[in-house]
């Protein structure tokens, strides 16, 4: 059996529903189904989801937005209409959001979780019921039903191992099963919402739940790009991926969807294909723990900017035992992040994502790095972006690096940094953030055409 | 006025120190002179330091060991009677040595560090005797007397900074001043040696104490080669480096001195010169703090085996704060000492000095690292080979990096490793041992021929 997971745009109003009815029935077993929340129907569209949140801001200053709820309701009705589905779906669609909006008003805990879910519970009733009325088995269910259990945790709910055990018992059911994503129960029954991008979270969850033969998440493109197409016009399409070149790429601007939401697909070993929803006849890309039999070695180039070098250097820095550690342990003091940090005989970069070390933060970081550690320097470099070519097995193959830095000098960009060792998938470049579009385009010239 | 140092085989016998006298009176301005113990005179001779160290373990034992004994004293003997100086020269010299094997068998505190430093004080004791003997104007001078203060560490003596001032004086003197390198007083008047190969050291104090306009270091090489002459075949000689080139070429193989001996003339900016004793009117290679003018950006290539990788990966360890931290933290704990760690987004790698981590050390750590850390894999790879290229503003060049990939691609030897971004003068690669000559001179074909 397949889980098939539909993102925002996939189910953005009634002619998409249509097109995820016709992929779902097309299959006899695509038997689970995960629904997103609407999502932008046009461009300067809004989701709904973030119509829910505004709404939910509104609650919270005791000032209800009308408008805004008559947005989201709108929406639903529409569908509804749309789809000649009986009224009494779109009065389950209120009643759930409205119950959501009393709480959010009696400021009961997690009620903003509640009511920021109402998309996704809203998509998976409409849709089982159109289903239904399609003449199709059909059954929304509930996660609370189908056992997704979570903990409540700072950056959203974290699953825990049991629900994959009773996610298991779904298979019994013989109808078509649409269970919205992006949310969870705790063991005591608190609804709480994953993060952001969460539904993708779910559907790995089920996928893996039910050991799925295969998890397919269907968006707007076709399949993943080698390359961002900001920088390439029509980049060629990856057919297949591993996971591990999955999340190296998802790592630096690969925003087909969050990295980490293929985990627990990944865990369990289910093959992950992203699809068209539509273009369903396109192949998509397929993402399998092995590597699949193919000529190149790199498969994909993934860049990202925002990246900032914080260099310091000190004299005889490689004798003194526990340098490096004692640099990392004031960027952890301060609740700073990492991504690498290369270095040299009598000095040390930390390369981190620009965000982590605002003014402020700055200013008590490079303070506390004078003075604790008596450096000689301290740099802090800002508009650094980062390159990483990925493929399995990339790291033995002789040559690779040395076609990377021709094309790197071809493009006339200077490597401000690299850093390739730990990794057996990725080799990456820090660049300064204005050669970021020439090299990415050189690069692509060199390994795909 | 200069200060010279002359090393052990540069005063190995009376018709070395007949070349050390001719080059420190063909200028006028070559006034202060230091001297290291008596090298080897031929393949298979003994070092007098070597010599010395073999007396005070037989003494220590309590056996003297008087074939040792005659062997110093004959080394010191056949240069008085060669250079037909006076016996009292001699007899000083003895009565000095004598002294300290009675302090050794007493089991007074630091003994063994006066009887070890007995080779300069003898060398230096005949070679102003000689000066003197030959007309010029010429004393001893011992440490204490030039005031070359230090700390007693573990690992050898620190110079303390007053030392500095104190040494400053000596310019008044008028005479060719001779000194003993390797050893200085504390305060408390105690006699301590620097760590092995000390008299660079000395020399290097000496030079920024007195200001001096250069510090010439006479060896027994024309000058310091732009690689290991055990992998090409009389390499290019190196005319001008900066301290930095010299510092980073000093940590990977390139043993013409101990990299740290030449800090404290680094730190007073005094320019450093490596001459060649037997064939002074060879220009050397001259050491400035600043870019000398020159064509080529790759100045040198520095290598050296035995690094091993401690390769760790953990699913999700990007997104988790303090996990390099932590890592680093069990290397300090357990004493162990790291040289670089790139890191990719799951895994990280710890570069190492072989010896760091004995087979004992290796269970404790990697039990260690499994344990509190929760990896998924530790794997530690020994037999590697580091390969430096250096060269002041190279990180600057676009193209460098691609040069040298190409000539590992060349060369067929596959990079396991790359290292750039925090040194501006240096980029590391690492290799398998077994590619590492191969991959060494075709980067020499590159960047020199």
Redesign the interface.
Known sequence: MKVVKFGGSSVADAGQLQKVKNIVTSEDNRRVVVVSAPGKRYSGDQKVTDLLIKLGESIQHDQVDHEVYKMIVDRFQSMVDELNLPLNVLEEVRKRLEYSMEQVQKKEAKAIDSLKSCGEDGTALILSAYLRQEGYDSSYVNPKEAGILVRDEPGGALVLEESFDQLYRLRERREILVIPGFFGYTPEGTLVTFSRGGSDITGSIVAAGLQAELYENFTDVDSVYCVNPMYVDRPKELTSLTYREM??LS?AGFSVFHD?AL?PAF?AKIPVCIKNTNNPSAPGTMITADLPDRDSHVVGIASDKGFL?L?VSK??M??E??F??KL??I??DE?V?????????????V?LRDHQLPPEKEEVVVGRIKEELKVDTVIIERDMAMIMIVGEGM?????I??Q???A??EA????????????E????F?VKTEGLADAVQSLYRTFFE
């Open positions: 999340r190296e790592y980490e985990i865990k070098n260099y004299y005889l490689n004798r035992l526990g490096g550690r990392l342990q960027l952890e609740g992040s990492f991504e690498h940090a290369p270095s040299g005989i009598d000095d040390m970069s390369v790291n033995q193959t002789i040559g690096a040395s990377a830095a021709c790197f000098r006339d960009v200077n490597i401000e940094m690299i850093n390739q060792g730990s990794s998938v990725s080799m990456m820090g």
